[in-house]
């Protein structure tokens, strides 16, 4: 019997209007999926289906599980959420983890039973957390039980949620276990039903859901998964981007479960636990920021790159200077990649062999991408703009304002100035809003950036504006030093004169603050609004 799809149309009646939608072109990208479908099934069930539940699917501290006994796992959570937690279909769950086998069981368990995972940042606290719980109205959390203690503050701040289920301490361990738990018929669904609300960091502000179709999870496996990353059944997936960041989800489950390859989800996957992870796992294909690739460098030198042989970079800009490094020392040219919670994930890249150093890439077959002005009218190479691009995936905001900003006649525009050269690849200029005019010049933040970090005694910098009454803004640098390096006047002189060298010497930081940390969102990004604050509001104190 055919089980009915959405009950609950939360989801569908918060969609923007349809005219606000993007040009959704599906078609168009060589794809086509059945009217009726749920990806729980094209990710796992197939392949036990398929005859191959024997292979490994996800791995983990003390955890190694076969596809087919993934399967079980997510049947059994399936069946708990519908007899236990009376969950219906169209229902948005909250997941908070750190990445782990059972996270993945318990994320396409939800799918599975026809329900809508919103997941959260392992670090958020409870105001942070509150923040999705009552935009996307969730009534049900399942919380990894170390994580308690904000989850349980965050109940207080969001009437809407009404029950939290913990696992890892044997709540939900325990309704799993029940006799006849093992099997569970999928929920029918479409595939324009919402499954996921992916929230973004917040690198602009408030942080916005993005709402995504069953279709949308298997677009971004089809396009980029499948021509331009080109992995393996034989790899296995590694890297450090939270599941709750689109990154992480399509980078280390989603890629690897539409071929039938392997996840490695370690809890501790900073860079100092990163490369130690890829030999103990053999891992093959590795996903994170350029951050990460930078801090690797010493000891990929000293241990060596154990099995790797894809390295992806997204998140941020990726600098020159790190891509030649980190081919000089293992050999391989990193893959950077440009992606978007709205768009789900990369849509600008290019295959090794085809890239060229400092730029982000081409476009993802199957997407399409162009240079705008400041009235959305194409502009020629060479010349920089706003970046908007179309495909198979785009924006859908849950009920929010700001769709018709990220959205102009149907094309999806990024807050990205790049450049596109005559050969079709694209060159990252700043973030719209990073772009520094100073004397009449455009300068590029992150271009200051990537020079500063090119220099010796720099672990990390942000660049932005800052109020000047004589050129309107300056090049101002907010850097954090290695260890043992003293911050004086014969550093900060010794900085400018590097990048004088480097770049356009009119592009040189004017005033550099040295400062003990950047901040962040919780996926790892520089906030450049907050810096861009911190200067501003200095300049007030000082006319004061």
């Given at each position: 019997?055919?089980?009915p799809?959405?009950?609950?149309?939360?989801?569908r009646?918060?969609?923007?209007?349809?005219e606000q939608?993007?040009d959704l072109?599906?078609a168009?990208?060589?794809?086509?999926?059945?009217?009726?479908?749920?990806?729980?099934?094209?990710?796992i069930?197939?392949?036990?289906?398929?005859?191959?539940g024997?292979?490994?699917?996800v791995?983990?501290e003390?955890?190694?599980?076969?596809?087919?006994e993934?399967?079980e796992?997510?049947n059994?959570?399936?069946?708990?959420?519908?007899?236990?937690?009376?969950?219906?279909?169209?229902h948005?769950i909250?997941?908070?983890?750190?990445?782990?086998?059972?996270?993945?069981?318990?994320y396409?368990?939800?799918?599975?039973?026809?329900?809508?995972v919103?997941a959260?940042?392992?670090?958020?606290?409870?105001k942070?957390?509150?923040?999705?719980?009552?935009?996307?109205?969730?009534?049900l959390?399942i919380?990894?039980?170390?994580?308690i203690?904000?989850?349980?503050?965050?109940a207080?701040?969001a009437p809407?949620?009404?029950?939290?289920v913990?696992?890892?301490?044997g709540?939900?361990?325990?309704?799993?276990q029940q006799?006849?738990?093992g099997e569970?018929t999928?929920?029918?669904?479409a595939?324009?039903?919402?499954?996921?609300i992916?929230f973004?960091?917040?690198?602009?502000g408030e942080?916005?859901?993005?709402m995504?179709?069953?279709?949308?999870?298997l677009?971004?496996c089809?396009?980029f998964?499948?021509?331009?990353?080109?992995?393996?059944?034989?790899?296995?997936f590694?890297?450090s981007?939270?599941?709750?960041f689109t990154?992480g989800?399509?980078?280390?489950?989603?890629f690897?479960?539409?071929?039938?390859?392997?996840?490695?989800?370690?809890?501790r996957?900073?860079?100092?636990?990163l490369?130690?992870?890829?030999?103990?796992y053999?891992?093959t294909v590795?996903f994170?920021?350029?951050?990460?690739?930078?801090a690797?460098l010493?000891?990929?030198?000293?241990?060596?790159?154990?099995?790797?042989r894809?390295c992806?970079?997204a998140?941020e800009t990726?600098?020159?200077?790190?891509?030649?490094a980190?081919?000089?020392?293992t050999g391989?040219?990193?893959?950077?990649?440009l992606?978007?919670?709205?768009?789900l994930?990369?849509?600008?890249?290019s295959?090794?062999?085809?890239n060229?150093?400092g730029?982000?890439?081409q476009?993802?077959p199957?997407?399409?991408?162009?240079?705008i002005?400041?009235n959305?009218?194409d502009?020629p190479?060479?010349?920089?703009?706003?970046?908007?691009?179309?495909?198979?995936?785009?924006c859908?905001?849950i009920?929010?304002?700001?769709?018709?900003?990220?959205v102009?006649?149907?094309?999806n525009?990024?807050?990205?100035?790049?450049?596109?050269?005559?050969?079709?690849f694209?060159w990252?200029q700043?973030?719209?809003?990073?772009?520094?005019v100073?004397?009449?010049?455009?300068?590029?933040g992150?271009?200051?950036?990537?020079?500063?970090l090119?220099?010796?005694?720099?672990?990390?910098?942000?660049?932005?504006g800052?109020?000047?009454?004589?050129r309107?803004m300056i090049v101002?640098a907010?850097v954090?030093?290695?260890?043992g390096?003293?911050?004086?006047a014969?550093?900060t002189k010794?900085?400018?004169?590097?990048?004088?060298?480097d770049?356009?010497?009119?592009k040189?930081?004017?005033?550099?603050?040295?400062v003990?940390a950047?901040?962040?969102t919780?996926?790892?990004?520089l906030?450049?609004?907050?810096?861009?604050?911190m200067?501003?509001e200095r300049?007030?104190?000082?006319?004061n």
């Amino acid at each position: 019997m055919i089980r009915p799809g959405h009950v609950d149309s939360f989801c569908r009646d918060n969609l923007p209007p349809i005219e606000q939608w993007p040009d959704l072109r599906v078609a168009e990208a060589g794809l086509s999926y059945p009217d009726r479908m749920n990806v729980a099934h094209d990710f796992i069930d197939r392949h036990v289906a398929e005859g191959r539940g024997n292979a490994m699917a996800v791995m983990g501290e003390g955890m190694e599980w076969t596809y087919a006994e993934l399967a079980e796992r997510v049947n059994r959570v399936a069946n708990a959420l519908v007899r236990d937690l009376a969950i219906q279909p169209g229902h948005r769950i909250m997941l908070r983890s750190p990445n782990n086998p059972m996270m993945v069981a318990i994320y396409f368990a939800i799918i599975k039973a026809g329900g809508v995972v919103v997941a959260t940042m392992p670090l958020l606290r409870a105001k942070e957390i509150a923040y999705p719980l009552n935009k996307a109205q969730i009534s049900l959390a399942i919380c990894d039980h170390r994580m308690i203690e904000d989850m349980s503050a965050a109940a207080a701040l969001a009437p809407c949620l009404q029950k939290i289920v913990t696992f890892g301490g044997g709540e939900l361990e325990a309704l799993m276990q029940q006799e006849g738990y093992g099997e569970f018929t999928t929920i029918d669904t479409a595939q324009d039903d919402v499954c996921l609300i992916a929230f973004t960091s917040g690198t602009t502000g408030e942080p916005k859901g993005t709402m995504h179709f069953h279709r949308d999870l298997l677009a971004i496996c089809d396009t980029f998964g499948a021509r331009t990353l080109c992995a393996t059944q034989a790899d296995r997936f590694i890297g450090s981007p939270p599941l709750a960041f689109t990154f992480g989800l399509g980078g280390l489950v989603l890629f690897p479960f539409r071929i039938g390859a392997s996840a490695v989800l370690i809890e501790r996957a900073g860079p100092v636990d990163l490369l130690p992870a890829i030999h103990k796992y053999g891992a093959t294909v590795c996903f994170t920021a350029p951050t990460a690739y930078r801090a690797m460098l010493d000891e990929v030198g000293r241990i060596g790159k154990g099995k790797l042989r894809i390295c992806v970079s997204a998140g941020e800009t990726l600098p020159k200077a790190t891509f030649l490094a980190w081919q000089e020392k293992t050999g391989i040219a990193l893959l950077d990649g440009l992606g978007a919670t709205e768009m789900l994930h990369i849509f600008i890249a290019s295959p090794a062999g085809a890239n060229k150093p400092g730029a982000t890439g081409q476009v993802v077959p199957g997407y399409e991408a162009k240079i705008i002005d400041e009235n959305g009218m194409d502009v020629p190479d060479g010349t920089p703009g706003k970046l908007a691009m179309r495909g198979p995936t785009g924006c859908r905001y849950i009920a929010d304002e700001r769709q018709t900003k990220y959205v102009m006649n149907g094309w999806n525009v990024s807050g990205d100035t790049y450049v596109r050269d005559a050969d079709g690849f694209f060159w990252y200029q700043a973030r719209s809003d990073d772009m520094i005019v100073s004397s009449g010049y455009n300068i590029a933040g992150p271009e200051v950036e990537a020079s500063l970090l090119t220099h010796p005694a720099i672990a990390e910098c942000g660049v932005v504006g800052a109020p000047d009454p004589e050129r309107g803004m300056i090049v101002k640098a907010y850097v954090v030093l290695k260890s043992g390096v003293i911050p004086d006047a014969h550093l900060t002189k010794a900085l400018q004169d590097h990048v004088k060298a480097d770049i356009a010497p009119y592009k040189y930081p004017r005033e550099i603050a040295y400062v003990e940390a950047l901040p962040k969102t919780r996926t790892g990004k520089l906030q450049r609004f907050e810096l861009r604050r911190m200067a501003a509001e200095r300049d007030a104190n000082a006319a004061n």
